[in-house]
Structure formats: C-alpha cells, structure tokens
C-alpha cells in the first residue's frame, strides 16, 4: 500500500528528499509524474489511469507535505523500509488503508517508473 502523510505533519521536510520515487512534495506544489523517475510524455499507468508524464497535476494538499500514492512504492526495490516513515520525527507517515497494493504490485511500479 502506499504511504500517506497525516494532518499531524509539522512540514519539517525530513521525508522529501528520502524518497526515491520524488513521490513526496510540499504542500501546494504542483507534481508531475516526470519528476524523479524515466516516466515522459503520455503513459498508462500501472493502474490503468493515462496521464501525461511531464504535465504539472494539481497538489494533493495546500497545508502540509503530500505523497503521490501513484508514485509511492513503500521504497520497495530501494530499502526495507519506507524512508519517510524511518526520518519521520513525528510518526504522522503511514500506510494508506485506502491503497492496498501487493509486493508484487509496488515492485511492478518501481520497474515501470524506472525503466529497470
């Protein structure tokens, strides 16, 4: 499942520059699929959903740190462990109970967004 970050963020930053998926971004910024992966111009996501990679996508929220669940892959195929989780002075990174996605699913996107 992908990782979210609760209302109880204190907007440190610690988890951003952890992630290597480039999954996580300050509240308002806008993301683009593009960002830290080989992902460019129109693609099908893993999930279905088509999206044009290098087009700036609303932010997910204007108050506090954001991760993108299409872009989160729990660091499967990086680390052991969720890196925002493990910085997180906090604890407020947790699973999504509303994106449940197998071992096999997250490595699948890791693959996907890194051409590896």
């Known amino acids: 499942m992908a990782i979210i970050i609760t ?3 204190i907007n440190c930053g610690a988890c951003e520059p952890e992630c290597p998926n480039t999954a996580i971004y300050e509240g ?3 993301w683009k699929y593009s960002d830290g992966t080989d992902l460019s111009g129109n693609v099908v996501l893993p999930n279905g959903k088509s ?3 290098d087009e700036d996508q609303e932010p997910i929220s204007d108050e506090i740190y954001y991760i993108v669940a299409d872009k989160c892959t729990e660091c499967k ?3 052991e462990e969720p890196q925002c989780a493990a910085v997180c002075p906090v604890d407020c990174c947790v ?5 449940v996605e197998t071992e096999e699913e997250l490595l699948a996107k890791q693959k996907f967004m ?3």
């Open 51 to 53: 999206a044009n990679a």
């Open 114 to 116: 890194h051409n590896s």
């Open 7 to 9: 209302d109880e963020c």
């Open 28 to 30: 308002a910024d806008d």
């Open 95 to 99: 699973p999504d109970e509303d994106n």
């Open 77 to 79: 195929g990086f680390h």
